[in-house]
């Protein structure tokens, strides 16, 4: 049964440099075993090599015609999902913040205008009604800004770290 792997992964990174250069020496360049170079290689398994492992299996790849590393390639595009996750993220906090202003703005105003003597009740409903709605919009910005905290998991959905 052929497993599946998930695209930027790290395990299909080095199941790509297992099928060029084999299991034994992606073992030996690593110093670690079959089995563990095999595990790397399963999505549905928690571990990776250190560094200068990955490292190691990269420059045997490429020694063995392959024209990039998989491992490096595999953490950039990981690292550019996660940053355009961030940006996206930004955009969205700061498209909030504009609308944000504007409806309090506008509650502030027709709040002013409520406390002026002989202010109408129909007025103070409008003031109530704008208020009511630059309320509405503080949850979303909220959650915009919690969004921003390290450990969200930006990129976890592209990256397959669905923990």
């Given at each position: ?46 571990g990776t090599p250190t ?48 609308a944000t202003t504007r ?61």
């Open positions: 049964m052929t497993k599946l792997r998930t695209p930027l992964s790290f395990s299909r990174a080095i199941t790509t440099i297992a099928a060029a250069i084999g299991w034994e020496p992606a073992a030996k360049v690593t110093g670690r075993s079959v089995r563990t170079v095999r595990h790397w290689s399963e999505s549905d398994r928690h560094l200068d492992q990955a490292l190691a299996l990269d420059r045997a790849f490429i020694a063995a015609g392959g024209d990039h590393g998989p491992i490096l390639s595999s953490y950039g595009l990981q690292l550019d999902v996660a940053l355009v996750d961030a940006v996206a993220c930004r955009t969205a906090l700061a498209e909030d913040i504009a409806e309090t703005g506008d509650a502030i105003s027709h709040c002013i205008q409520a406390l002026h003597p002989g202010a109408t009740p129909a007025q103070i409903y409008r003031a109530i009604a704008e208020t009511e709605e630059a309320d509405a919009l503080f949850p979303r910005l909220l959650g915009r800004l919690k969004a921003l905290l390290p450990g969200t998991g930006a990129g976890r959905e592209a990256t397959g770290e669905m923990r």
